[in-house]
């Protein structure tokens, strides 16, 4: 066989040896002890409310998935709409079986914290995330990988496209719907409980816990799983499509030899983001089996090793790759730059939500709520600044050393290490979760010490996955503004792309009212919901006579607030899913391919800079809260004025990075990917 031949083969085999890893891991976990009865109990809970929200919202989107179905299938081509119900059920799935992991891995990190080994309990919560983040990459290269093989030929990428129009659909409801739910519980459970009764965050005496706690699974588990999923998928399927639509000059200038055929180089050109895929998922799976070595260590340093390690492993064989490839080896330039970026955004990330500018919101939260919340805005905006600029330096660099195609290759390599990134990224919630088992089984200032130390650092792995996800969808936007418009060049039709074009103008704007449409509809939806849970947790306190005492046989009905949390979600959810999708549609229908071309432009400028602010934020006031009750804070402590200050704040936050900002990443791509996708009809 070819060279050719077993890197695309070995893509999607290597997806099956990664899945078969991630079972084995899960089995592994299931053996590991699970605490007493209570805990068990606890855990047992949040595992039925989320998978009870999961099945509720499977039947939701079901509905939605088969109209989409049809609308492709008679406007398009019968494999098309195959490929999209197939990267929908992947979405789907990465999600579902992210959150078993989560749900089991919980109450083994408390119990192993309640055992006084930090180690193991940091372990065990990346374990769980790691089963998520094995899954996210075998999906997607057995779900590309498979289809590359049977599609092919350049004229029949647009199949593989409804893949991850599939993904990218499913993963904004599922985003916005599992963000919703979280943040609505959370939001509700802190204000009554911590602010107005003043009982400590996950006090089983709160009616909202649990639902707060089936929330970290469903959105921060599940829902960031479908939505890396689809930012994986799409930065591959989006580099594949672009390199499908190149012309002969444009292949000849990527090759290493000007003997090589423009068939041969194209179809080299179109696998090697698949194979970059593989690259970054064989890196993951050494740094997941290297954190084994790490545990004992420093929690931040052992994560941060972690991502280090695979794409240190991924770049090598990125490199040795190209040496026996017939493309020209400059376009590791923009694999190593695309690695450096990603990188690069997640330090700084890491240094707005749990560094200095952390404390100048601690500092603004001893005058009040007020001078927080606007310390928090300025921090979060002025986060915004490096990591835009590391995008610039990485667009510069790889359009220098590959063009447009180089610009592709830099998103993809970017998220080419999914598998780690999505580890670090579900650990965070598992370790919230085994803090909120904590409290609720009553294991001690000492167990609570350690989960919460793990929950901190979540925080800021969160936001380091949201940083991937959305400086990649930046220069994926790009890659497919370049197929969307080969497209046309491919069809003999003109399309004017000048800043002079009114309709292109017009677009723009456009495209720069939906990120604020759909931020402006999704903080709505989680105050309404959050309203309905504090209304109800408010009458529980009224009506059962000594819940808040904590009297023995008083006992809070945590079943309702999981109700009105799943209700509210899956309702709110579909407002600002349906804007997202039809509007794309009606520009590029009635106002032509230019102005679709805007639109894109505009969403994904105005996307990407709320995005990485709402994120930042959002971390950056939830560590705040945190480093008072850690005590990292000298003259303050819980129930402090600055620590109720900063409970507003974090408040605020929550569906700031939790909800609004990661759905703007979704947003970017689907915009895309649908503009790519309608291309050849108004073609």
Not at 358 to 367: C, D, G, H, L, R
Not at 392 to 398: C, G, N, T
Request: glycine share 12%; aromatic share 8%; net charge neutral.
């Amino acid at each position: 066989m070819s060279t050719y031949s077993v890197l695309t083969w070995a893509t999607p085999l290597f997806g099956v040896f990664a899945f078969v890893l991630a079972y084995r891991m899960y089995v592994g976990l299931q053996a590991l002890p699970a605490g007493n009865a209570r805990m068990q109990e606890i855990s047992g809970a949040i595992r039925d409310g989320a998978l009870a929200y999961l099945k509720q919202q499977a039947l939701y989107l079901s509905w939605f998935i088969g109209i989409a179905w049809l609308a492709i299938l008679y406007t398009l081509k019968w494999e098309t709409s195959v490929c999209f119900l197939l990267g929908a059920g992947s979405s789907l799935l990465a999600g579902f079986l992210g959150m078993k992991a989560a749900t089991m891995a919980n109450v083994r990190t408390a119990q192993a914290a309640s055992d006084k080994q930090p180690g193991q309990a940091l372990m065990v919560a990346f374990n769980g995330g790691a089963v998520m983040g094995l899954t996210v990459a075998a999906l997607g290269l057995i779900g590309v990988g498979a289809l590359f093989l049977y599609f092919n030929a350049p004229e029949q990428h647009e199949h593989i496209i409804g893949f991850a129009m599939g993904a990218s659909s499913v993963a904004l409801f599922a985003r916005v719907g599992g963000g919703i739910y979280t943040k609505a519980a959370d939001v509700g459970s802190d204000l009554v409980g911590k602010v107005e009764a003043g009982i400590p965050e996950d006090d089983p005496r709160n009616p909202g816990v649990i639902a707060d706690n089936v929330g970290d699974n469903v959105g921060d588990v599940a829902g960031m799983g479908a939505d890396i999923f689809e930012s994986y998928v799409t930065c591959i399927i989006g580099c594949l499509a672009l390199a499908a639509t190149m012309g002969t000059e444009g292949v000849a200038k990527l090759m290493s030899s000007p003997e090589t055929t423009f068939q041969v180089g194209q179809q080299w050109l179109m696998a090697t983001p698949l194979i970059l895929g593989l690259f970054g998922a064989a890196g993951s799976f050494v740094a997941i089996k290297w954190m084994g070595f790490l545990k004992d260590g420093d929690p931040a340093k052992a994560l941060r090793f972690s991502v280090l390690i695979a794409s240190v492993i991924f770049v090598a064989i990125s490199a040795a790759f190209l040496l026996i490839a017939p493309l020209a080896f400059r376009l590791w330039m923009p694999i190593f730059f695309g690695t450096v970026c990603g990188i690069g955004i997640g330090l700084v990330t890491e240094y707005y939500t749990s560094s200095k500018p952390v404390f100048e919101i601690v500092n603004a939260a001893k005058t009040g709520p007020a001078t927080c919340v606007i310390t928090g805005i300025a921090v979060g905006f002025r986060s915004v600044a490096l990591p835009l600029i590391i995008i610039v330096a990485a667009v510069l660099i790889s359009n220098y050393f590959g063009g447009v195609y180089g610009v592709a290759l830099a998103g993809v390599a970017m998220l080419s290490t999914t598998g780690i990134i999505m580890t670090v990224d579900a650990y965070g919630p598992i370790a919230d979760n085994a803090g909120g088992i904590s409290e609720m089984s009553h294991l001690g200032a000492d167990t609570r010490a350690i989960t919460d130390k793990l929950d901190a650092l979540g925080n800021t792995t969160a936001a380091i996955g949201k940083g991937f996800a959305i400086g990649s969808a930046g220069l994926t936007a790009l890659a497919v503004f370049g197929a969307y418009t080969q497209t046309f060049t491919a069809a003999n039709k003109a399309i004017d792309l000048s800043i002079t074009n009114p309709m292109l103008i017009m677009g723009v704007f456009v495209g720069a009212i939906l990120p604020g449409l759909v931020v402006a509809f999704t903080m709505q939806s989680v105050g309404k919901a959050a309203s309905l849970i504090v209304t109800e947790i408010r009458r529980q306190f009224r009506e059962i006579s000594g819940l808040l005492e904590g009297k023995e046989g008083a006992k809070p009905d945590v079943s309702r607030c999981v109700e009105i949390s799943t209700k509210a979600a899956l309702t709110e959810m579909r407002t600002p899913g349906l804007i997202a999708l039809i509007t794309p549609l009606i520009v590029g229908f009635t106002m032509g391919p230019a102005a679709l071309a805007g639109l894109l432009l505009g969403t994904t400028v105005v996307g990407v800079v709320l995005g990485i602010f709402m994120s930042n934020t959002g971390g950056a006031w939830d560590n705040a809260k945190k480093f008072i009750e850690q005590g990292l804070v000298e003259g303050e402590k819980k129930g402090s004025d600055a620590h109720k200050a900063a409970v507003v704040g974090d408040t605020v936050g929550d569906p700031f990075k939790d909800t609004s900002g990661p759905a703007l990443n979704i947003l970017i791509k689907m915009v895309s990917i649908l503009s790519l996708l309608i291309a050849p009809l108004l073609a």
